[in-house]
């Protein structure tokens, strides 16, 4: 079940919200928690099991943590033990035919793969149980006693499938009490709205673009047909995944939850490192602050912080997916970054901005190609097209066709990629709001009826 269908959005939500605001407060979590159950198993109920498995194991670490008389060591024990058992089912769930592949290839062996499908999610619910026992181990929070309460916070289906990933930290605290509000619920629908219209009407319809673009010969195709595609991908998985991002901060609004935001307009950047504070906000905090600080982050040398990032980025990488495009983005953004870091800020600063921003956007969009293809010789022969090494014209009557029919798609999708006070003014009056958002969940919803092409990227992270 993804927001962006018809069975969430006139079966599933108001049936949850119904049953959440009849409640009394002693249940609504336990509300939230089997509703996720639900919304969960209902694509994959095999795996829920893997879901539980990872709850029960923390909420039992965070509550021996809790226990007064442990050594320092018991305690780095029972963490150590915890991010073994959670790290041990996502490596054996995401990487392990990933393994077995290159072992074959290199010894020469048949060892069978396991051709299990990817538990939904696994990326984001495992970082965030592992933020849980981590905060309880620093002392940034308390051992959630609730089950139930804990529960819900792993598996919270506004941001149980794609985020944005919820430290335990910042959410403690509203697990126990927090209320909602008419202004509250009404932020929280608008929100939705916008998310779900990034979506339907924005991802979807560039996303045929880039299909069909990254389906032709790329042998054969002229330099232009080929950043018009990877634009056009650019563009489908910043407002398929912020999207996704919106309508779960909606849906947590909604419910009483606040949860951090996830981006923040990233195509406007002017860096590589400008992008990253404003790219998945929620992953590279994560990063930071349960890897790149505990490492040493730059607190000791220049040659630790290098080897710092590197691993950051390298885990980045990989978390993204297993296979070795997802290596070399991760290794590419790095090096990018460590350059930014010591020289390339500093000659930046010296550019006109528009050059600037050229800079960065040519940079995000070669990384995108890396992203996109997980096959190598695809990735090479697509960035052969783009700088025209294919021997082909650098236009064709193709070309031409696909600017002539998207231009206008394009030019909406810029200026919603772009911040723009007329949105702003826009909801500070509420009766062209009310229209402005009714027109939005209209036009989504009579996509969704006909949708013949309706993918979700990152349900393979």
Known sequence: MVFSSLLFLFLFLPAVLALYYVAPWRIKNLILFLSSLVFYAWGEPVYIVIMLLSTITDYGFGLLLSRPKLT?????????????????????????????????????????????????GISFYTFQSMSYIIDVYRGTAKAQRNWIDFGTF???????????????????????ARSVDIPMFAEGVRRFIIGLAKKVLLANNIGLLWHTISSSNLDSMPALTAWIGIIA???????????????AIGLGLMFGFRFNENFNKPYISQSITDFWRRWHISLSSWFRDY???????????????????????????????ASWNFLLWG??????????????????????????????????LVGWVLFAFEELPL???????????????????TTLYFTYTNAILLVVLTLASVPLKLFKRMDDRTIPSLIWYGVLFFLSVAYLVDATFNPFLYFRF
């Open 154 to 176: 792993v598996a919270l289906f506004p941001q149980l499938v794609a985020g944005p990933i919820v430290q335990y930290n910042t959410i403690a605290e509203q697990l126990r």
């Open 379 to 397: 990735v090479l022969s697509y960035l052969q097209a783009m700088l025209g090494f294919n021997g082909q014209p650098l236009w064709d009557t």
């Open 331 to 364: 290794l590419y953004f790095g090096v990018i970054l460590i350059f930014e870091k010591w020289w390339g800020l500093k000659l930046l600063s010296r550019l006109p901005r528009w050059v600037r921003h050229l800079y960065a956007i040519v940079l995000i």
């Open 233 to 247: 991908f650019a563009f489908q998985i910043y407002f398929d995944f912020s999207g996704y991002s919106d309508m």
């Open 72 to 120: 320092k060591v018991q305690r780095k024990w029972i963490v150590v033990s915890s991010m073994v058992i959670n790290l041990g089912l996502l490596s054996y769930f995401k990487y392990a035919d990933f393994l077995i592949q290159n072992v074959n290839e290199l010894l020469g062996t048949h060892i069978p793969l396991t051709d299990l499908p990817l538990p939904i």
């Open 291 to 321: 890897v790149y600080i505990p490492l040493g982050g730059n607190r000791r040398g220049l040659g630790i912080q290098v080897r710092n990032i590197l691993i950051v980025w390298l885990l980045t990488g990989i978390w993204h997916g």
